[in-house]
């Protein structure tokens, strides 16, 4: 029997404020535990709630960029439920009038295909504290730092039909969050958490029963949690069993999604429009300052290196994954003046650095500067390619500026022609043999062996005789 | 709508409040009686009035973003039934 798999995300962003959403605390990761929940976070008698402006100008900014309505008026409501982690036993958050209304982004499909994915709403809220349930002689311990802090809950259209929709989908997202500053989007620090609503239906039937699924922290769990989800859900159906509607947890290490509780009962929020917070209403002079410094999008960007710097969509959707490395790209480019060059080391030595020492591009200790200062020696002859790696290798260990390793290290190619031609008639004189088979050859084996006399050649110049000239030298002296 | 005694409970229960089994049946009267009293209010014609939210007709001020609070968790944990390390100790709660 085909099956239909459907998919919608709901996505919590950690807006990037300084302090809480309703209070003046901070919000900074990894203090020490509760230093940072003051009376309000704390739900203490008679506090009040006030609204950050920055969590708004950044719901702003996400409607902006993902085309949506921005609702004028919104306001906020009280979710009731009881949980330690919850002093207030409310959650303020926005159901009937969320702050942004209907848009949609579009995403890259495996086939190279776009696809639009509709974003339904996205609503201001705030975060609950931490419980911790280790080690406390039976008893849960309570950190409520994270309390109070602003999350812009994104949730989309059950407009996904794979694991792998969901991914590009969640990644666009974080790939947005990030380009506009709202959000660090570090989902080992949970500032960016996805939650999976998965059902599976025979194509053209009603939505089948969802499940919910929780606790994950990466796009590669996302994409396996569903897929485990789905198997499972279709082994459900065709043995004749029904799905629950549930919040399943994924478990990483078993690479399974667990039952967490019945949501029948959990789900009766008693939501009602919170007595302490006004309707926020938006004018347009605010709108307009808000919106007036978006930057450049994901998808503009990645269209414009297609265009302007000629890289193949793929290249220049991996040269745009990031705003950081877009901007280093585009600053290599910059200094050396060559866009192939820039894109290959980018994507290929800086990148297979960056991964294997686990840093961010932000953290690179080659500056894009540095970068393109080596790529300007690149093209204009004075070092190969081959020796560039060297350099690339030194100055990533601290050893200073292309220029300065390449004359602290006589790295220097040799493009005198009396030099070359020197080591040329060493190596055709050390090599007898090989000359005497090579002038018996035919044309093309005479391409092949060519190889085993630039290769000598290049040693006997430890790397940094001109190839060319090497190519050319010998092919005028073995005939 | 009238409301029975299980409606009572299941109410009582995600509110957290100790209803007795004897207050049933008057709560529910008394529920009953204050939803008769909005349903009446259903027949009023609405048509065009937007949806109040707040009974004041002001918008909400916002707030500059900046960390104002400063760290007085040993005051707040002077009154805390338990602590430990920092955290607040509360019956266990498993997931």
């Known amino acids: ?479 | 709508m009238p409301l029975d005694r299980s409606d009572v409970e299941k109410i009582a229960h995600l509110a957290r409040l100790a209803v007795s089994e004897s207050e049933l049946d008057a709560v529910a009267g008394d529920l009953s009686n204050i939803l008769d009293l909005v349903e009446q209010m259903d027949s009023a014609d609405t048509v065009g009035v937007t949806p109040m939210a707040h009974p004041l007709h002001m918008a909400q001020r916002l707030r500059e973003d900046r960390v104002t609070e400063t760290d007085q968790r040993e005051r707040f944990q002077s009154i805390a039934p338990a602590t430990e390390n920092g955290l607040y100790l509360v019956p266990q709660v498993i997931e």
């Open chain 1, 1 to 479: 029997m085909v099956w239909e798999t459907v998919i919608g995300l709901e996505i919590h962003a950690q807006l990037a404020t300084r302090s809480k959403i309703f209070s003046g605390a901070s919000t900074a990761f990894g203090a020490a535990p509760n230093t940072q929940a003051c009376n309000v976070d704390l739900g203490m008698p008679g506090v009040l709630p006030v609204l950050n402006r920055e969590a708004v100008r950044m719901a702003i900014r996400f409607s902006a960029a993902i085309d949506a309505e921005l609702a004028r008026r919104s306001v906020f409501a009280r979710k009731n439920y009881f949980y330690p982690d919850l002093p207030k036993g409310y959650q303020i958050s926005q159901l009937e009038l969320p702050i942004v209304g209907p848009g949609e982004v579009q995403i890259l499909l495996d086939d190279g295909e776009t696809r639009a994915v509709g974003v339904t709403r996205a609503h201001l809220e705030e975060d609950a504290g931490k419980s911790l349930h280790e080690d406390f002689h039976g008893l849960t311990g309570v950190d409520l730092n994270r309390a109070g802090t602003p999350l812009l809950e994104i949730v989309s259209e059950p407009d996904m039909r794979s694991a792998r929709e969901a991914v590009a989908y969640a990644r666009k997202i974080h790939q947005i969050v990030q380009y506009i500053g709202i959000c660090d989007g570090n989902m080992q620090e949970g500032s960016f958490r996805v939650d999976a609503n998965v059902s599976v239906r025979h194509p053209g039937e009603e939505l089948g029963t969802r499940a919910e699924l929780k606790n994950i922290n990466s796009f590669r769990f996302l994409e396996r949690a569903i897929n485990f989800e789905v198997e499972r859900q279709i082994e459900l159906l065709e043995a004749g069993g029904e799905v629950v509607q549930e919040t399943r947890l994924y478990d990483a290490d078993r690479d399974e999604t667990r039952s967490m509780r019945s949501k029948e009962e959990a789900n009766d929020y008693r939501y009602f429009p919170d007595p302490d917070l006004l309707p926020v209403e938006l004018d347009e002079v605010f709108i307009a300052e808000v919106t007036a410094d978006m930057p450049e999008l994901p998808d503009a960007r990645r269209s414009r290196f297609n265009q302007v710097y000629g890289l193949k969509p793929v290249d220049a959707a991996t040269l745009t994954v990031s705003r950081p490395l877009a901007d280093y790209f585009e600053r290599v480019v910059e200094v050396s003046g060559d866009t192939r060059l820039a894109a290959t080391w980018v994507m290929g030595e800086l990148s297979g650095a960056l991964n294997r020492d686990g840093l961010e591009i932000t953290a690179a200790s080659v500056t894009a500067e540095m970068l393109g200062g080596m790529l300007r020696r690149i093209a204009d002859g004075t070092i190969s390619g081959k020796l560039a790696k060297q350099v690339f290798e030194a100055m990533w260990q601290g050893g200073g500026s292309a220029d300065e390793i390449i004359e602290a290290r006589g790295l220097k190619q040799i493009t005198n022609t009396g030099a070359i031609e020197k080591l040329v008639d060493e190596v055709i004189d050390a090599n007898p043999r090989q000359v005497e088979s090579f002038r018996q050859a035919d044309e093309k084996k005479q391409a092949k062996m060519l190889g085993f006399f630039v290769g000598q050649v290049m040693k006997a110049s430890r790397g940094k005789a001109n190839p060319q000239q090497v190519n050319q030298l010998l092919r005028i002296k073995l005939v």
